[in-house]
């Protein structure tokens, strides 16, 4: 049983000294949260026909709001082109809400630091996800 304890300590010990060797493979480190209201929304797409249908995103990802900066990890991709969409669904009512000429209500973004001046583009979003290279995402608010 000692050995075990051991090992779980070493182990915690190496993500304490490394942490960015933690931080592998698909995961988007979400910065700029404002409160802790509501849920953190990313839902990634491959393809540019299933961009903003929510139902047709190839990863969803929802976790607790966390004021400052979440590490979301992801499970089903590791690398290839993609668009990443996140929100801060403040209400918890499961969308983004906008307004007229879809202004978004809620903190958003978009990878490759896009900024949409309406209805959001795939194009504009597109990232290479690297297998080892974490993607940040600040919101908008």
């Known amino acids: 049983m000692g050995y075990s304890i051991k ?10 000294i490394f942490p960015k060797i933690a931080i592998t493979h698909g995961t988007i480190i979400v910065k700029g949260i404002e409160h802790n209201e509501g849920y953190i929304d990313v839902k990634i797409y491959d393809k540019k026909e299933h961009f903003l249908e929510e139902q047709k995103a190839i990863e ?10 979440t590490i979301i990890p992801l499970s089903k991709i590791h690398e290839g082109l993609i668009a990443i969409v996140v929100y801060h669904d403040e209400n918890n009512d499961k969308k983004l809400n906008t307004g007229l000429f879809w ?7 978009f990878s490759n630091n896009y900024v949409p001046k309406g ?7 597109i990232i290479k996800l690297d297998h080892g290279k974490p993607i940040t995402i600040k919101l908008n608010y």
């Open 60 to 69: 969803f990802i929802r976790k607790k709001a966390s004021k400052g900066d």
């Open 103 to 109: 202004r978004p209500k809620e903190g958003f973004a």
């Open 119 to 125: 209805k959001p583009s795939f194009k504009k979003s």
């Open 7 to 16: 090992k779980l300590i070493l182990f915690f010990l190496f993500i304490i």
